[in-house]
């Protein structure tokens, strides 16, 4: 319990400002490349639900043309053919993400924890209220990713979400950690999201 509350919260810390200032420039390159490469922010910003539900804005780079339709990315039919050349890039080594770390500094997010998810998956908000999966910090990775992301049912993903939120520990985060590299290495679920994360898509709003 202490792990729960005090001691993750320090590690994301210890690890997320270290990175941010080492990454800040490669950061800036990245927007910029983005910004000279494709219409539109280099930012892409979501409402997600997070910890005890509550609503929070996500930071992602934009992979995605401003000509790509706002909808789920499960209701594409090539979903490749709006993602910039760049973005095909980002994308497949999970470079997208790591705006996030602003994320995690604000105490929005941890590394490891539940996907936040957008009110597009209200069936996996709904479960997680339910079964206690919201009473933690969403995460870049969790158990649920390293365990078929999208390819498993949204009953199944509430259920491993609700299992880290009871299981929270240094080993666990640890080994959840290890688990996501080598699924990025294996560039694992890159675009074939479902209903379980389809809240990913970042696409432009016209705003």
């Given at each position: ?118 009110e597009t998956d209200s069936k996996v908000l709904s479960l997680r209220k339910h079964n206690g999966a919201d009473q933690v ?71």
């Amino acid at each position: 319990m202490f792990y729960k509350k005090v001691v993750k919260r320090i590690l994301d810390l210890l690890i997320a400002i270290p990175m941010f200032l080492v990454l800040f420039i490669p950061l800036i390159f990245i927007g910029l490349i983005i910004k000279l490469t494709s219409k539109g922010p280099f930012l892409f910003k979501q409402e997600r639900y997070g910890r005890k539900s509550k609503p929070f804005t996500l930071y992602k780079f934009r992979s995605m043309t401003n000509k790509a339709p706002v909808k789920a990315n499960s209701e594409f039919d090539d979903i490749t053919s709006y993602v910039t050349p760049f973005g095909m890039f980002i994308r497949k080594t999970s470079i997208d993400e790591l705006p996030q770390l602003l994320n995690i500094i604000k105490g929005e997010m941890s590394f490891i924890g539940p996907r936040p998810l957008a009110e597009t998956d209200s069936k996996v908000l709904s479960l997680r209220k339910h079964n206690g999966a919201d009473q933690v910090l969403p995460g870049i990775s969790g158990l649920a990713q390293v365990n078929g992301r999208n390819n498993i049912s949204d009953e199944d993903k509430a259920a491993y979400d609700a299992k880290y939120a009871s299981r929270v520990s240094l080993r666990v985060d640890v080994l959840l950690t290890a688990e996501t590299f080598v699924s990025v290495l294996k560039r694992d679920g890159v675009f074939k999201e479902t209903s379980i994360d389809n809240s990913d898509n970042d696409v432009v709003r016209h705003d």
